[in-house]
């Protein structure tokens, strides 16, 4: 099956350059989106077809689609940057494209290949590069890559028609007025995923699982929650929505993927940018015993999540039914905030590219 060409039919009336500059100014994270979108179709025994680039707008379900009943979606997230020189790239998108692809084969659904998802997220760049937040910040343009079941049915099976998509929304600097440590609630109760199931997929359905833990950290005055393994209730894994990493002075460690952790892209880089810049960077396993014991004689230093959306976000206090703890001073640490620049730095073009992660569109 051939891979089909991304027809252009851009929205006739986008925002007025008034009206987006108003947007860019405070844009959030995930409030506004740009004026167009990509939408590609999958049909059995057809393949991939129809792709285009259309005005952002609603879309039309039947109340019988599977993916309201049986939950057949997964999703990516990227950032594009503007560079120095005023152009436009986006940071490693064939790593979120083989994410994207060990997802759908989790939830049984197709996969999109690598040359047309990011054909597809090139397509929406370029025509609404405007948006790109101008250089000079840490403001981006965020991606969201998609795919659900579009088969109106309700037999229990994986559907035969796909709706892939593209969409995008300014973003913000997850900080305004600077870095600010999170607070932790560690969740002893429920787990956010189980060996052999969907945790190393990046699809709906583990968020959902971890928004009531997620609101019983709130109701602790909590940030964040972290989660333990679901096997013997001990391994530190991953927070809701970002991997973790545990620095011990020049030593940074991150848990090791077991299959109910999610492969962060971020999470990847950070090993290689750590390793470039001179510290010993490994993956291993934190129980949540050790993590307390070691913030409290001292030896592990820091400890920061990061993800595409937030960088690396300094972790402050931690917080459990046993009691609470701070994580060094309570303030980011120096070698937080050395990979979070060193990282930031290669994604806003302004440091060496030396694994030619940031892809270009001119």
Same mark, same amino acid.
């Given at each position: 099956?051939?891979?089909?060409?991304?027809?252009?039919?851009?929205?006739?009336?986008?925002?007025?350059?008034a009206?987006?500059?108003?947007?860019?100014?405070?844009?959030?994270?995930?409030?506004?989106?740009?004026?167009?979108? /990509?939408?590609?179709?999958?049909?059995?025994?057809?393949?991939?077809?129809?792709? $285009?680039?259309?005005?952002?707008?609603?879309?039309?379900?039947d109340?019988?689609?599977m993916?309201?009943h +049986?939950?057949?979606?997964?999703?990516?997230?990227?950032?594009? +940057?503007? $560079?120095?020189?005023?152009?436009?790239a986006?940071?490693?998108?064939?790593?979120?494209a083989?994410?994207f692809?060990?997802?759908?084969?989790?939830?049984?659904?197709?996969?999109?290949?690598?040359?047309?998802?990011?054909?597809?997220?090139? *397509?929406?760049? %370029?025509q609404?590069?405007?948006?790109?937040?101008?250089?000079?910040?840490?403001?981006?343009? +965020?991606?969201?890559?998609?795919?659900?079941?579009?088969? !109106?049915?309700?037999? !229990?099976?994986? *559907?035969?028609?796909?709706?892939?998509m593209?969409i995008?929304?300014? *973003?913000?600097?997850?900080?305004?007025?600077?870095?600010?440590? !999170?607070?932790?609630?560690?969740?002893?109760d429920?787990v956010?995923?189980?060996?052999?199931g969907?945790g190393d997929?990046?699809t709906?359905g583990? +968020?959902?699982?971890?928004?009531?833990?997620?609101?019983?950290?709130?109701? $602790?005055?909590?940030? $964040? !929650?972290?989660?333990?393994?679901a /096997?013997?209730?001990?391994?530190?894994?991953?927070?809701?929505?970002?991997n973790?990493?545990?620095?011990?002075?020049?030593?940074?460690?991150?848990?090791?993927?077991?299959?109910?952790l999610?492969a962060?892209?971020?999470?990847?880089?950070?090993?290689? /940018? *750590?390793?470039?810049l001179?510290?010993e960077?490994?993956?291993?396993?934190?129980?949540?015993?050790?993590?307390?014991?070691?913030?409290?004689?001292?030896?592990?230093?820091?400890?920061?999540?990061?993800?595409?959306? %937030?960088?690396?976000?300094?972790?402050?206090t /931690?917080?459990?039914?046993?009691?609470?703890?701070?994580?060094?001073?309570?303030?980011?640490?120096?070698?937080?905030?050395?990979?979070?620049?060193?990282?930031?730095?290669?994604q806003?073009?302004?440091a060496?590219?030396?694994?030619?992660w940031?892809h270009?569109?001119?």
């Amino acid at each position: 099956m051939t891979t089909p060409t991304i027809e252009l039919k851009p929205s006739a009336h986008p925002l007025s350059d008034a009206e987006r500059e108003a947007v860019l100014a405070t844009p959030g994270f995930g409030r506004h989106f740009t004026d167009n979108m /990509v939408t590609i179709k999958w049909t059995e025994g057809r393949g991939w077809h129809d792709a $285009q680039l259309a005005p952002y707008a609603p879309l039309s379900m039947d109340p019988a689609n599977m993916t309201l009943h +049986y939950a057949q979606t997964i999703f990516e997230g990227l950032k594009a +940057y503007r $560079q120095p020189d005023g152009t436009v790239a986006t940071f490693r998108p064939d790593r979120n494209a083989r994410r994207f692809q060990a997802s759908a084969r989790r939830l049984a659904m197709p996969e999109v290949p690598t040359d047309l998802f990011i054909a597809a997220c090139d *397509a929406l760049v %370029a025509q609404d590069r405007a948006w790109v937040p101008a250089h000079g910040g840490e403001e981006s343009l +965020y991606l969201r890559p998609f795919m659900f079941a579009t088969e !109106v049915g309700l037999g !229990v099976r994986p *559907a035969n028609e796909y709706l892939f998509m593209v969409i995008a929304s300014p *973003a913000g600097a997850y900080f305004p007025g600077g870095v600010k440590p !999170v607070s932790i609630w560690l969740s002893e109760d429920r787990v956010r995923a189980v060996p052999g199931g969907m945790g190393d997929a990046k699809t709906g359905g583990n +968020y959902a699982a971890s928004l009531l833990a997620q609101k019983e950290a709130a109701a $602790q005055g909590c940030d $964040q !929650v972290a989660y333990l393994d679901a /096997v013997e209730h001990r391994w530190v894994e991953e927070l809701g929505g970002m991997n973790l990493y545990f620095v011990y002075g020049n030593r940074i460690v991150t848990p090791e993927l077991t299959g109910s952790l999610l492969a962060g892209i971020t999470r990847d880089s950070l090993l290689t /940018v *750590a390793r470039d810049l001179g510290y010993e960077a490994e993956e291993g396993r934190v129980s949540i015993d050790q993590w307390k014991r070691d913030t409290e004689n001292g030896t592990l230093t820091e400890v920061f999540a990061c993800g595409t959306a %937030a960088v690396i976000t300094p972790v402050g206090t /931690v917080k459990s039914r046993g009691g609470e703890w701070t994580q060094g001073d309570g303030g980011p640490g120096d070698v937080t905030m050395t990979l979070r620049r060193a990282l930031l730095d290669i994604q806003r073009g302004i440091a060496e590219d030396k694994h030619a992660w940031m892809h270009r569109l001119g």
